[in-house]
Nanobody
Framework: QVQLVESGGGLVQPGGSLRLSCVAS????????MSWHRQVPGKERELVAA???????SYADSVKDRFTISRHNAKNTVYLQMNTLKPEDTAVYYC?????????????WGQGTQVTVSS
């Protein structure tokens, strides 16, 4: 059974930091591309940051130079370090995994963790 379990969300003041974690189980984590997405009510879910199975990273322009995605394959965990947080970063953050097996794509979502940036 595949699971992605996010943690680390919460309330933080503008300019503060949070680190999100996503622990994966039920598939070979090291072979999966991982990413973080976020969504606010009434808007589409958007890609925040991604990391490939070999460690290449990419970021949305809105978070570049503030957020860092990383992975620890031995712990089956992907992280999102968020610094210099702004009120517009407030959203539910979701972990997402994509893997391929015999030409078939499999993808999975976590349940989400709320991040609120407010004074």
């Amino acid at each position: 059974q595949v699971q992605l379990v996010e943690s680390g969300g919460g309330l933080v003041q503008p300019g503060g930091s949070l680190r999100l974690s996503c622990v994966a189980s039920g598939f070979t984590f090291s072979n999966a591309h991982m990413s973080w997405h976020r969504q606010v009510p009434g808007k589409e879910r958007e890609l925040v940051a991604a990391i490939t199975s070999v460690g290449d990273t990419s970021y949305a322009d809105s978070v570049k130079d503030r957020f860092t995605i990383s992975r620890h394959n031995a712990k089956n965990t992907v992280y999102l370090q968020m610094n210099t947080l702004k009120p517009e970063d407030t959203a539910v953050y979701y972990c997402y995994a994509v893997r391929w097996s015999w030409g078939t794509k499999y993808d999975y979502w976590g349940q989400g963790t709320q991040v609120t940036v407010s004074s």
